[in-house]
C-alpha cells in the first residue's frame, strides 16, 4: 500500500496522469476529504482537471498551482492560499473559500461563484474575474484593503482605490454599488 507522503509526492509531479492517479488514489483511500492534506505545501502543482469534489484543501499553499478545469464542487478551501494560481473554467459550485487568499488569480470562465463565495474571500486584488474583467474592489475584502493601507492608500478615496485596484474611478464605483452581481459563465 502507497503512503499518505508517497501519494503527496505525486501531486507534486510534473506529469500529469500521475497527478490525477494520486488524486484518485487519495479519493480512494478516504484521504482526499479526511483534513490529511490540511497545511501541506502544493505551490506551482498541476493539478489541471482534477477531480477534487468534497476535497478538504484548508489552509493548502496552492500558489501558483494550475487547477484550471479541476471540479472544486463542494471543496473545503478555507483559508487556501491561491495567490497566482489559474482556475480557467474550475468549478467552484459550493467550495467554502471563507478567508482564501486569491492573489492575482487567473478565474476566467470559472464557473458557479456566487457573491457569497467572493464575499468570503480574505484578498482578490489583480485576479481576473470569471467574465474576463479585472477585479474592480466590489466585495471590500479584508486582505485587500490591509494592502492599500500597507501601500498608504486612502482607502476612504474612490480615485486612490480606483488607482490601486487598476480601474477607472467610474468602474471603481459602479463595483461599490454591484455586490451582488453574479458571474454567470456558460
Given at each position: 500500500?502507497?503512503?499518505?507522503i ?5 501531486l507534486?509531479?510534473?506529469?500529469s496522469k ?5 488524486v ?7 484521504m ?13 502543482a ?17 500558489h ?11 471543496a ?10 489559474s482556475?480557467?473554467?474550475a ?15 487567473n ?7 456566487t ?6 474571500l480574505?484578498?482578490l ?5 470569471p ?6 474592489g466590489?466585495?471590500n475584502?479584508?486582505g ?7 501601500a ?19 468602474m471603481y464605483?459602479?463595483g ?6 453574479v458571474?454567470?459563465?456558460?
Amino acid at each position: 500500500m502507497i503512503s499518505k507522503i508517497e501519494l503527496i509526492n505525486k501531486l507534486q509531479s510534473l506529469e500529469s496522469k500521475n497527478v490525477l492517479k494520486a488524486v484518485e488514489d487519495l479519493r480512494n483511500c478516504g484521504m482526499l476529504g479526511d483534513g490529511s492534506l490540511r497545511g501541506i505545501a502544493l505551490c506551482q502543482a498541476v493539478l489541471q482537471n482534477a477531480d477534487l469534489k468534497e476535497a478538504d484543501l484548508c489552509f493548502v499553499d496552492l500558489h501558483q498551482a494550475n487547477l484550471d478545469n479541476a471540479d472544486l464542487s463542494h471543496a473545503r478551501l478555507q483559508a487556501v492560499k491561491l495567490n497566482r494560481a489559474s482556475l480557467q473554467a474550475a468549478n467552484l459550485e459550493d467550495a467554502d473559500l471563507t478567508n482564501a487568499e486569491l492573489y492575482k488569480v487567473n478565474l476566467r470562465g470559472a464557473r458557479n461563484l456566487t457573491c457569497g463565495q467572493f464575499s468570503s474571500l480574505n484578498a482578490l486584488f489583480g485576479s481576473i474575474m470569471p467574465d474576463g474583467t479585472v477585479y474592480d474592489g466590489r466585495f471590500n475584502l479584508n486582505g485587500d484593503l490591509a494592502r492599500a493601507r500597507w501601500a498608504t492608500v486612502d482607502v476612504d478615496d474612490p480615485k486612490s482605490m480606483a488607482e490601486f485596484y487598476g480601474v477607472t474611478v467610474d468602474m471603481y464605483m459602479q463595483g461599490q454599488g454591484k455586490k451582488t452581481m453574479v458571474f454567470a459563465v456558460a
